[in-house]
């Protein structure tokens, strides 16, 4: 169960006055961070708000924290959003994050950090390698909203039926029939994004067609490899069939692999996503 964090609403301090030194606060990492020295009670408000999304790009900012972390464990229970890996296309991994090079360090880190992020809703997990999926799910919060697992290259693994999960997107990978199943009987997934490394075929047809059995799907958006024009040509009567059901939008990529700007453009959305 998420612990629950104090409201300032019963703080004697009137709620707008501390909005306000939030707001300005906001500005610049670096004045929270002054006006969070100015005593232990503007410490206590301004923290949160550092705290509530976190994004680390580099391996070395993620290890600094799990340091920090091991000495504050409270301070894991204010992270609600938190982005794991590159926010752009890297041709050689500088940041520690590529292409299947999360490091073993990295990964006991993220082990470390999710089971102590009781309030943890969104997670983003980029350039995860498939491989060493099954010991992050074992870790993910029970109470986990939105999660985003990709650019990632082979067969995920998908164990579990997460039950309070609302929005899945899922990049670069071929899922099987039985994590579709699992997918579709999650229980609150209302929005499932996924940019496959497929044509659209028989066998596309049938994952999809498994997907819109969820009762609880009300947006599903995948991204093919190929053209609009060469799905139409093939598989008219089956695409047309799928898009009839009014919750599918299918969009293709005729350049899928020189797509460099996926990263990037992903980062944005989940910022712009962000309550």
Not at 41 to 55: H, M, N, Q
Request: hydrophobic fraction near 40%; include cysteine.
């Amino acid at each position: 169960m998420p612990r629950k964090l104090d409201s300032i609403d019963s703080h004697p301090v009137p709620p707008d006055i501390i909005r306000e030194v939030f707001l300005h606060s906001a500005a610049l990492r670096s004045q929270a961070l002054i006006l969070s020295l100015v005593c232990k009670e503007a410490y206590t408000w301004i923290i949160r708000g550092l705290y509530r999304s976190v994004t680390f790009s580099t391996r070395q900012d993620l290890l600094k924290f799990n340091k920090t972390i091991l000495i504050h464990p409270e301070l894991a229970d204010f992270i609600q959003s938190l982005y794991i890996g590159s926010i752009k296309h890297e041709k050689m991994s500088k940041s520690g994050f590529g292409r299947f090079t999360w490091t073993s360090d990295c990964l006991a880190t993220v082990q470390n950090i999710l089971p102590k992020s009781y309030n943890m809703e969104r997670l983003a997990l980029v350039n995860l390698p498939p491989s060493n999926w099954g010991l992050i799910e074992e870790c993910l919060p029970a109470h986990l909203k939105t999660l985003a697992v990709g650019p990632s290259y082979g067969l995920l693994g998908l164990n579990v039926a997460h039950n309070e999960l609302q929005q899945f997107y899922y990049a670069d990978t071929v899922l099987q029939s039985a994590e579709l199943r699992r997918i579709s009987n999650m229980p609150s997934l209302t929005d499932f994004r996924w940019r496959s490394p497929l044509r659209f075929d028989e066998i596309v047809y049938e994952q999809l067609k498994i997907l819109l059995a969820s009762p609880s799907l009300k947006t599903l958006h995948i991204t093919l490899f190929g053209t609009q024009e060469d799905i139409i040509k093939f598989y008219g009567d089956e695409y047309n069939e799928l898009i009839s059901d009014g919750r599918l939008t299918i969009t293709c990529d005729p350049y899928y692999e020189g797509s460099r700007e996926w990263i990037s453009d992903f980062r944005e959305q989940w910022i712009a996503t962000e309550v």
